[in-house]
């Protein structure tokens, strides 16, 4: 059977006016900014203040795309009689992300967390030669890093906050009974004896003895032979 003329047209046309009742889900980019998702691997942002220029992640790196400089510095010693100490200083960090796969090594063995994932996509260069971006442009996408996720409130507390949460407590109530006046002891008066004339406190007798105006009991009657 032989289709109908014009049949074709017919389908064109309801497709068409079908898709024309729907939504668009066309993103207008650039003048419309996607929504990544949170663990987005985009680039590497680089926390400087954190890097102790260990070299484990370039170290660590499968296409020795990271590239380090430093330099010792002698720091004179914190208190008097102490020694000079050498740290390290970060003179160049720089990453060719012509070469990066996005592995994302290099953040997992930081051990100081110093390279964080950032969403941002939008570093395409017009020369392969300058995809080598150095840690200056790292330390501004450092800010465009996405805050941590939530902790789970059912999950269990870090070892590290408990500890420092007991030692806190601890000190706490160290401080408060150190403050804290002491109780006498049941049965136990705190007035103080009252003073002589002389601006003494009088002296307790001594068993067997009779104080001045008085009478020693006789022997025999609690007294002393």
Not at 69 to 97: C, M, Q, Y
Request: net charge negative; glycine share 8%; aromatic share 6%.
């Amino acid at each position: 059977m032989s289709p109908i003329p014009g049949s074709g047209l017919a389908k064109g046309l309801a497709v068409t006016l079908r898709t024309m009742t729907k939504k668009t889900v066309t993103a207008q980019y650039p003048d419309v900014q996607p929504e990544l998702p949170p663990r987005t691997r985009g680039v590497i942002g680089l926390f400087e203040e954190n890097c102790t220029v260990c070299m484990l992640c370039a170290r660590e790196c499968p296409d020795w795309c990271i590239y380090i400089d430093s330099h010792k510095e002698t720091t004179p010693p914190a208190a008097p009689g102490g020694r000079e100490r050498s740290r390290n200083v970060l003179d160049r960090f720089a990453i060719d992300f012509s070469l990066c796969m996005y592995c994302g090594i290099c953040i997992e063995v930081c051990p100081f967390d110093a390279l964080f994932w950032s969403p941002e996509f939008e570093y395409a260069e017009t020369d392969i030669r300058e995809l080598t971006h150095e840690r200056d442009k790292l330390r501004e996408w450092m800010w465009t890093v996405p805050a941590p996720p939530a902790l789970d409130p059912a999950a269990e507390e870090p070892k590290e906050i408990a500890a420092a949460r007991k030692a806190a407590e601890k000190l706490a109530a160290a401080q408060a009974a150190s403050a804290a006046p002491a109780e006498p002891a049941p049965g136990e008066t705190t007035a103080p004896p009252e003073p002589a004339p002389g601006g003494t406190a009088p002296a307790e007798p001594a068993p067997g003895k009779a104080t001045p105006g008085e009478t020693a009991p006789p022997a025999g009657e609690g007294g002393q032979a």
